[in-house]
C-alpha cells in the first residue's frame, strides 16, 4: 500500500504591491496568479483582467492592498500581437476548436494596399459580438459554459475602440499564410473575433493561433518577469519583484497631507487645501511618507473613495523596510 506524501503547508503573510507577471502559455489568468501567490506565500492577491491559456503576455497581479486598485487596469488600454491562420474557421475562433471552413487564400488579399484597407476598416469605434467562448456572463454563467454544453446564446453586439490596427502578411511554420495582427484597443476587445472578422473581409475566413498581450495602461513586457524567473530567486528576495501598491496609479495626481489631516483622510473625511480639481488623486501621508489611497478633489474638497487601513499601511512600511 502506497502512502501519500503529507501535503506541506504555506505559512501565508501579508503581502502588499503589484507583480508584472509575463503569463506563459497554457495557464489561464487564476492558474498563474495562483502559482505567484504560492511562491510569494501571500494571503490575498487577485489579477486585472483575464487572459486566455492560448494567450501569454502582461498580466498584473496585485497583492493585498493593491486589490483595492485592480479595477484601474481593467479599463485601461491594451496592446496585443497576434497571429491568424487564413483560410481556415473554427469553432473557437482559436487553434482549440473545431474546423469550420477551410477556403483558398487569395494572393491579391495580401497585397500592403488591400491590408491596408482592411485596417482602416476595423479602426475607430467598431461593435462586435462577443464570442461563445468567452468569460463574459449570461445569467449568471459563464458563456463558454453554454458553449461546452452545445447551447448557442444571443448576444449583443458591443461597441469597442481600435485605436491602432496594423496588419501585416506572413507565413506559419507549416508555409500556410497567416497575417500579423499589431492593435492597440479598449478594454473588452476580444482580438479572437477581430481576427475572425479580419479573416472574412479578406474573403478567405482566419482563426487566431497566437496571441501575446504588450502592454496594459502603459505597463509593457519590458518590465514583467516570469514565473520560472520568480520561482528561481531566494524565497528571501522574490518580495523584491514586487512594486509598490501605488505603481497603479502612475496617472494619479499625487497629494500628500500633514500628520492631522492625513489622519482624518484616512477616516474617511473631507479635507479642504489649494488643489486643482481632478477626478484621480493619490493621497499620501507627511509622516510617514505612504500611501493613504486615493480620491478626487472638487471645488477645493479632497474627497476620499478608496482607502488603506492602517494596519495595511503599517505592513507596507515594514515590508519597505525588509527589502531596502
Given at each position: 500500500m502506497?502512502?501519500?506524501?503529507?501535503?506541506i503547508?504555506?505559512?501565508?503573510?501579508?503581502?502588499?504591491?503589484?507583480?508584472?507577471?509575463?503569463?506563459p502559455?497554457?495557464?489561464?489568468?487564476?492558474?498563474?496568479?495562483?502559482?505567484?501567490k504560492?511562491?510569494l506565500?501571500?494571503?490575498?492577491?487577485?489579477?486585472?483582467?483575464?487572459l486566455?491559456?492560448?494567450?501569454?503576455?502582461?498580466?498584473?497581479?496585485?497583492?493585498?492592498?493593491?486589490?483595492?486598485?485592480?479595477?484601474?487596469?481593467?479599463?485601461?488600454?491594451?496592446?496585443?500581437?497576434?497571429?491568424?491562420?487564413?483560410?481556415?474557421?473554427t469553432?473557437?475562433?482559436?487553434?482549440?476548436?473545431?474546423?469550420?471552413?477551410?477556403?483558398?487564400?487569395?494572393?491579391?488579399?495580401l497585397?500592403p494596399?488591400?491590408?491596408?484597407?482592411?485596417?482602416?476598416?476595423?479602426?475607430?469605434?467598431?461593435?462586435?459580438?462577443?464570442?461563445?467562448?468567452s468569460?463574459?456572463?449570461?445569467?449568471g454563467?459563464?458563456?463558454?459554459?453554454?458553449?461546452?454544453?452545445?447551447?448557442?446564446?444571443?448576444?449583443a453586439?458591443?461597441?469597442?475602440?481600435?485605436?491602432?490596427l496594423?496588419?501585416?502578411?506572413?507565413?506559419?511554420?507549416?508555409?500556410?499564410?497567416?497575417?500579423?495582427i499589431?492593435?492597440?484597443?479598449?478594454?473588452?476587445?476580444?482580438?479572437?473575433?477581430l481576427?475572425?472578422?479580419?479573416?472574412?473581409?479578406?474573403?478567405?475566413?482566419?482563426?487566431?493561433t497566437?496571441?501575446?498581450r504588450?502592454?496594459?495602461?502603459?505597463?509593457?513586457?519590458?518590465?514583467c518577469?516570469?514565473?520560472?524567473?520568480?520561482?528561481?530567486?531566494?524565497?528571501?528576495?522574490?518580495?523584491?519583484?514586487?512594486l509598490?501598491?501605488?505603481?497603479?496609479l502612475?496617472?494619479?495626481?499625487?497629494?500628500?497631507?500633514?500628520?492631522?489631516?492625513?489622519?482624518?483622510?484616512?477616516?474617511?473625511?473631507?479635507?479642504r487645501?489649494?488643489?486643482?480639481?481632478?477626478?484621480?488623486?493619490?493621497?499620501?501621508?507627511?509622516?510617514?511618507g505612504?500611501?493613504?489611497?486615493?480620491?478626487?478633489?472638487?471645488?477645493g474638497?479632497?474627497i476620499?473613495d478608496?482607502?488603506?487601513?492602517?494596519?495595511?499601511?503599517?505592513?507596507?512600511?515594514q515590508?519597505?523596510?525588509?527589502?531596502?
Amino acid at each position: 500500500m502506497t502512502v501519500a506524501a503529507p501535503r506541506i503547508r504555506v505559512q501565508r503573510r501579508p503581502v502588499h504591491g503589484v507583480l508584472l507577471l509575463d503569463k506563459p502559455l497554457g495557464l489561464s489568468s487564476n492558474q498563474a496568479l495562483q502559482k505567484a501567490k504560492w511562491l510569494l506565500r501571500a494571503e490575498k492577491a487577485g489579477h486585472t483582467g483575464t487572459l486566455d491559456p492560448l494567450a501569454t503576455g502582461v498580466l498584473p497581479l496585485c497583492f493585498g492592498a493593491a486589490t483595492k486598485f485592480s479595477a484601474l487596469q481593467l479599463e485601461a488600454p491594451k496592446r496585443y500581437h497576434a497571429v491568424a491562420l487564413l483560410g481556415v474557421t473554427t469553432s473557437t475562433g482559436d487553434a482549440e476548436g473545431e474546423v469550420l471552413s477551410r477556403s483558398a487564400v487569395d494572393p491579391a488579399a495580401l497585397t500592403p494596399e488591400r491590408l491596408q484597407a482592411v485596417a482602416r476598416q476595423f479602426t475607430g469605434r467598431i461593435q462586435q459580438v462577443p464570442p461563445m467562448h468567452s468569460a463574459l456572463k449570461k445569467d449568471g454563467k459563464a458563456l463558454y459554459e453554454y458553449a461546452r454544453a452545445g447551447v448557442a446564446v444571443e448576444r449583443a453586439a458591443r461597441d469597442v475602440e481600435i485605436f491602432e490596427l496594423n496588419l501585416a502578411p506572413a507565413l506559419t511554420s507549416q508555409a500556410q499564410p497567416a497575417i500579423e495582427i499589431e492593435v492597440s484597443c479598449s478594454k473588452g476587445t476580444y482580438i479572437r473575433t477581430l481576427a475572425e472578422d479580419i479573416g472574412q473581409a479578406l474573403g478567405c475566413g482566419a482563426h487566431l493561433t497566437r496571441l501575446r498581450r504588450t502592454e496594459t495602461g502603459g505597463i509593457d513586457l519590458t518590465r514583467c518577469i516570469t514565473l520560472a524567473a520568480l520561482e528561481a530567486l531566494p524565497q528571501e528576495e522574490r518580495l523584491g519583484a514586487l512594486l509598490p501598491v501605488d505603481a497603479l496609479l502612475a496617472d494619479h495626481v499625487p497629494i500628500t497631507l500633514a500628520e492631522e489631516d492625513a489622519g482624518r483622510f484616512l477616516s474617511g473625511l473631507r479635507r479642504r487645501g489649494p488643489w486643482p480639481d481632478t477626478r484621480a488623486a493619490a493621497v499620501y501621508g507627511e509622516r510617514p511618507g505612504a500611501l493613504l489611497g486615493v480620491g478626487h478633489v472638487a471645488a477645493g474638497e479632497l474627497i476620499p473613495d478608496r482607502l488603506l487601513s492602517p494596519i495595511e499601511i503599517q505592513q507596507i512600511l515594514q515590508e519597505e523596510a525588509l527589502t531596502s
